[in-house]
């Protein structure tokens, strides 16, 4: 248990449909980011949020929206994706963004994998 | 671009040791760090380097050469839980953090 929970585990869906994946830390961080892992590929940061506000937006297609209502929860909003977007889908928190190493360590949940047919 | 590389695949005996190489470009670093991800898991973090040498912590080590651009993680006494990933992630200058492909271990009895 890394303190960090998403959901669903797993998550199918067609090119038409509206989804979202919930990510909550219990670990009172003030950094959150979104990560696709795909086979054999590095991890891709795609979003990164710091104190509930955006900071980086990787050039994220615009079919992949956040949200971060608060400093512990994170969504990630998915419509009419691709079957190319088919991945792991990771998300982390750390204590915050900028400052030593340590407040850098970032702590992942599972994630969800995300089947697009 | 900030590529880090390291081995796809390994494979080792249990009760050996093996060396995980991981190399990066040098600009702009701040630290490095290396985290184990099991199949259907979390990455879960190992250790941390900002300064050259090597950390110790019980059987797992990271050693940090900056100016080579290169670290490696050592496993002794491997056992079968060891069979995992282990990511390579490199922190830069503007909290920019890259992560390499992860080095696939599998442990043999």
């Known amino acids: 248990e890394t303190g960090v929970t998403q959901t669903p585990r797993h998550l199918v869906m067609g090119m038409t449909n509206k989804k979202s994946l919930k990510c909550e830390q219990h670990l009172g961080h003030n950094a959150m980011y979104w990560y696709k892992q795909s086979a054999k590929k590095p991890l891709e940061l795609m979003f990164v949020y710091s104190l509930e506000e955006r900071v980086e937006n990787n050039s994220v297609p615009s079919r992949f929206s956040p949200e971060c209502p608060n400093s512990s929860h994170l969504f990630l909003h998915l419509h009419t994706l691709q079957p190319e977007d088919s991945a792991l889908y990771l998300c982390?928190?750390?204590?915050?963004?900028?400052?030593?190493?340590?407040?850098?360590?970032?702590?992942f949940g599972a994630g969800t994998r995300l089947s697009v047919l | 671009g900030q590529n880090i590389d390291q081995p796809t695949e390994m494979t080792a005996t249990e009760g050996a040791i093996v060396q995980i190489n991981c190399t990066y470009q040098t600009s702009g670093f701040n630290g490095l760090f290396w985290y184990q991800q099991h199949a259907g898991e979390a990455p879960t973090f190992l250790s941390y380097?900002?300064?050259?040498g090597l950390e110790e912590k019980g059987r797992f080590s990271s050693f940090l050469s900056r100016s080579k651009g290169y670290s490696y993680l050592l496993l002794k006494e491997l056992q079968m839980k060891d069979s995992a990933s282990y990511l390579c992630a490199v922190s830069y200058n503007n909290n920019d953090m890259r992560f390499g492909a992860g080095t696939r271990l599998t442990v043999k009895p």
């Open positions: 982390a928190s750390s204590q915050d963004l900028a400052g030593g190493l340590v407040e850098n360590i970032q702590y």
């Open positions: 380097n900002v300064l050259d």
